[in-house]
């Protein structure tokens, strides 16, 4: 059961410090863990940071709550990677009449008065389900499967995370312009392996056709492989369904070494360095954008992945 962190406060916290009280969604994939390992390394108390973590375990109320108590303890800085994108008025506003400003990153929210928030350090999901569907294309034609019909299957991520919104819909608007492209179904599968292994299943037993699976995270797409594979089919370049996947952590890029995925739209975890100079130029009184991405790039299996993973953080 869930347990704040932030219930604790009598720690005497040096005054030089910047306490920052940072609202996790949950370790629910590889790359939440990346991306929480890039923020612990920077918001360290050598770099004049006090950090508060706590871990939501993927429930918009443990936020809330976690949020609260950084309120109550009066901390410097608030941040969050809202799980859902609505939802956030009310304990947003508490923290703006408590002079606390507010750092929304990756996920992105939903809110009637954006001056809840100072900044926003966020991964572009339309561009990336954009990119997978652009690249699908050319995949298609390079194959000569570009008049073909195509049948689609998606596994959703978190149902209203922008993660899964954006992806969603940026893959949708490519898809629109194929008319031969045909969305068998969306199935959820809350960015974890269980799910996505569970929905995967399901899918498999209801169409026997599937041509390609667009899977809105690695962890799920881990998961959708065992079940394409327990079913005694196959994915991948050489497999009868095309994969295509999002996050590109390092066990993926494996995957796809391994001949499981076909491609791999990033999304950037390592947010850490660009969250803390955001605090320091805040704390120099700086004027910050409302919106900062991080940079993302993709993988397929015509690269030489080997090479690119020896510089790979995650
Ligand atoms: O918000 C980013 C998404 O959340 C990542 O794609 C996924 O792996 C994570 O759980």
């Known amino acids: 059961s869930y347990t704040s962190s932030v219930t604790q406060t009598e720690t005497e916290i040096d005054e030089n410090l910047i306490v920052v009280g940072v609202s996790q969604v949950g370790a629910e994939s590889d790359w939440r863990i990346a991306q929480t390992n890039s923020i612990k390394e920077e918001l360290t108390t050598e770099n004049g940071f006090y950090m508060i973590f706590d871990n939501a375990q993927q429930k918009q109320e443990n936020q809330i709550k976690a949020v609260r108590n950084f309120i109550l303890q009066e901390v410097d800085y608030i941040v969050l990677d809202p799980i859902v994108v609505s939802g956030w008025d009310n304990v947003l506003q508490n923290a703006k009449d408590a002079g606390i400003p507010v750092i929304v990153i990756d996920r992105n929210v939903e809110l009637e008065d954006d001056s809840l928030y100072v900044t926003s350090i966020l991964t572009d999901s339309e561009a990336e389900g954009r990119n997978a569907g652009y690249w699908l294309a050319d995949y298609l034609e390079e194959q000569g499967r570009d008049e073909e019909d195509i049948n689609i299957v998606m596994l959703l991520g978190t149902e209203g995370a922008s993660a899964q919104i954006g ?28 799910k996505g292994r569970e929905s995967m299943e399901t899918l498999l037993e209801k169409y026997d056709d599937i041509d390609v699976v667009i899977s809105e995270n690695d962890n799920m797409t881990f998961g959708a492989v065992d079940a394409i594979q327990a079913a005694g089919r196959s994915c991948g370049p050489d497999g009868d369904m095309i994969m295509i996947s999002f996050d590109a952590v390092r066990a993926a890029l494996e995957a796809m070494m391994a001949g499981e995925i076909n491609a791999d739209f990033e999304c950037n975890p390592l947010q850490g360095p660009l969250l803390a100079e955001t605090i320091r130029r805040l704390e120099n009184g700086e004027e910050v954008e409302k919106i900062q991405y991080v940079d993302e790039t993709y993988f397929d299996t015509t690269m030489d992945l080997e090479t690119l993973m020896k510089d790979r953080a995650y």
């Open 167 to 194: 992806r969603t819909k940026g893959f949708a608007e490519v898809a629109a312009d194929h008319e031969n492209w045909k969305i068998l179904e969306r199935l959820g599968g809350d960015f974890t392996q269980a």
